[in-house]
């Protein structure tokens, strides 16, 4: 196991048959994420190509700003979609102790 994955598993006092649907959701946002670095250098690439010139690239400009809304969108509805799944496997109490998680920081999204 993963360390955030054995931290949340041990602090959410997670069953057997959690443990590996946690481990999936947070997969997946960790892809999410990394696509988002990626995404990010392509914006600061298209940001530094529009000053270069010798007239400013109003365009690529723009489509920089553009890729960085689009990935923030999609970075969103990612966290957004694994809230959800993990509020679904979670019993009340969990869901307790993993918003406080969130609330005070020791989980961040």
């Known amino acids: 196991m993963r360390r955030p994955l054995r931290f949340l598993a041990h602090k959410l006092e997670l069953s057997e048959a959690q443990v590996p649907e946690l481990a999936r959701i947070l997969d997946e946002l960790k892809t999410e994420r990394a696509q988002a670095e990626v995404d990010n250098r392509r914006t600061v690439t298209a940001f530094a190509d529009a000053v ?35 509020h679904a496997m979670l019993d009340d109490d969990q869901r307790k102790r993993f918003s406080y998680l969130i609330r005070t920081g020791v989980v961040a999204l």
Request: glycine content about 12%; cysteine-free; proline content about 3%.
């Open 52 to 86: 270069e010139g010798p007239t400013f690239g109003e365009a690529r400009s723009r489509e920089g700003g553009e890729l960085r809304v689009k990935s923030a969108e999609r970075l969103r509805d990612a966290v957004t979609l694994a809230l959800s799944r993990i």
